[in-house]
């Protein structure tokens, strides 16, 4: 007998499993998840996780139990290559073509306004699709790189309610600042146009204060909270605070710690995050590292050369690197950085693959998708493979004139909500 | 340098009949990498043999095929190795054709092999992602239902996305 239980329990378990995949149509989170917590095979894993051996329970519920699951078996036998795509693939496509897609049939265009799929895009997909760069002066715009399936309605950010300037991004959301004397910050998508105006902070955050935008997307973070983590570099004192703007708590706090580092008090631009830490290039051939969980902070040096040069700080393969051109030596070459001390880790030649009539400034960009690194050569943008060192150009006359000041925001075409819309877009949720 | 309890677990053999009825034999430590096999195994106990009905035997080889590649490659896992595994995956997925590619993941996807379904899907979305509507709906056979207008409307909505 207690044999027996076991073994339903075990069954019982994929019957949860198979809850979820297997709703058709219009899948709502909310019901299934209320099914799954009131269903007598929900308590019973809930019991077993709890430590109870044996759960108590008649042998007719068994049976009954028994019939449910041949019937959501039979469901996941029965779906088609056209279901599955649906239920596995939608995820993990870019937010234009899923937009596209929305055209297909009913059932994709629902499952594809759905705001679980929302969610879960937000999770599953993180390919970079793109750039947004802007020149100083100049208007927002998008390079993709793959227009078929990577893109955005409004490249310039027009659907904002003023002029800005693009600061940081992360995960599919920007960071925008406004023009103005006392200027603010937005946060949107360019994907679905939706935006929020973030309270004014208690500090005056000047010309010379940096940001990074942490946005972590994972399965439990529903209502897609970010943090927008700014160091303020105090005028006339050789002092940097922290002030963080939370979207769970809709308010900004200044960090404890100060910092008061002599390399740390003037900043190249605008940083990033990885892994909970906020990562800024000073002018003084350093990195500030800042982690906004325990407001600790360090500093690394940057490679050597690195401090007239157009070296970039981004990150590869999940890691902290560093890329550096070499251009003017005799032959030249890309040197990357990597690993939390910033160790030598490929030094890519690019000889025969520029052919002689291409020239222009050679500068790495902020934008690393696997072994791939993006790189401008003149108004040529180029994806240099780290392992095979080949340069290979993608799209030609990206930018208007040089990249001299012109800012690149690597960018992911993702549907995340931006936390707590306080302006939804009409157009895409219609 | 096993000890014995572990040699005995990795050595047991399952066999598995696939809907053509062709059977595989298969270590239990490879078998078990599809989330479906490791529940049956605790679940049947002593039972060898495992019918699988919704699978044809093509597919079921391709899939036993890489779960082989990864049960090996965990027992001594290291950074190394993960990059053999990654190159392999690639190579695995690299030549398939699209009939194949769709079978297996909904074989993979049945069994409940999730980092097999991850792959194939990431290779999925790489094939269609660029895709028109028109070739979408010829692929997988599926016909717009549409109301006259609503086809309209969204793609009015969303022209952007047709650029």
Known sequence: ?430 | MSSSSTTTTTTRLLMLKASDGVTFEVEEAVATKLGAINNMVEEEGSEDLICLPNVNGKFLGMVLEWCKKHANNNTNSDKGNDEVNKWWDKEFVMDLDQNTLYHLLMAADYLSGTELVDLLTEKVASMIRGKKVEEIRETFKIKSDFLPGQEEEIRKKNSWAFE
């Open chain 1, 1 to 430: 007998m207690m044999i027996a239980e076991t073994k339903d329990l075990k069954a019982m378990d994929i019957v949860d499993d198979t809850l979820g995949d297997s709703e058709e149509d219009t899948f709502d989170f909310e019901d299934s998840q209320q099914e799954m917590t009131c269903s007598p095979c929900a308590n019973l894993k809930v019991k077993e996780d709890c430590g109870m051996l044996y759960p108590a329970i008649e042998v007719g519920q068994i049976l009954v139990e028994y019939s449910k699951i041949s019937k959501f078996k039979k469901h996941k036998e029965e779906m088609t290559i056209h279901d599955v795509v649906k239920e596995l693939v939608l995820r993990f496509l870019p937010a234009k073509t899923l937009c596209r897609f929305r055209l297909v049939c009913k059932e994709w265009n629902h499952w594809i306004t759905n705001p679980f799929l929302v969610h879960l895009h937000s999770f599953c997909f993180r390919d970079i699709s793109g750039l947004f760069c802007q020149a100083p002066k100049g208007k927002p715009h998008f390079i993709s790189l793959n227009p078929r399936a990577y893109g955005v309605p409004s490249p310039t950010l027009s659907f904002l309610p003023e002029n800005v300037t693009i600061r940081a991004a992360s995960n599919g959301l920007l960071c925008c600042q406004s023009h103005n004397i006392d200027p603010a910050y937005y946060i949107c998508n360019p994907a679905t146009k939706e935006w929020k105006l973030l309270r004014k902070p208690t500090y005056y955050h000047g010309p010379k204060s940096v940001v990074a935008l942490n946005f972590e997307p994972s399965m439990l973070n529903f209502k897609a909270n970010f943090e927008l983590i700014c160091a303020i570099p105090i005028p006339d004192n050789p002092v940097v605070y922290f002030e963080i703007y939370s979207s769970r708590s809709d308010s900004w706090r200044v960090a404890d710690t100060e910092c008061w580092e002599p390399k740390a008090l003037e900043f190249k631009g605008d940083g990033f995050l990885l892994k909970g830490v906020a990562f800024w290039e000073t002018c003084s051939g350093a990195v500030l590292a800042f982690d906004s969980t325990d407001e600790q902070y360090g500093m690394l040096p940057t490679p050597p050369s690195s401090e007239s040069s157009l070296g970039v700080l981004t990150e590869m393969h999940g890691e902290l690197c560093y890329i550096l051109p070499h251009e003017k030596a005799d032959e030249p070459r890309i040197d990357v950085y990597g690993g939390w001390n910033l160790s030598l880790k490929y030094k890519i030649p690019l000889d025969s693959e520029v052919p002689d009539h291409i020239t222009g400034e050679l500068r790495p960009l902020p934008c690393v998708d696997g072994d791939v690194l993006m790189v401008l050569l003149g108004t040529r943008l180029c994806a240099c493979n780290v392992k095979e060192g080949k340069l290979k150009t993608i799209k030609s006359n990206v930018l208007s004139s040089g990249a001299e000041n012109v800012k690149f925001l690597p960018y992911v075409n993702s549907l995340t909500p931006v936390g707590h819309q306080y302006v939804e877009s009409k157009d895409f949720y219609h």
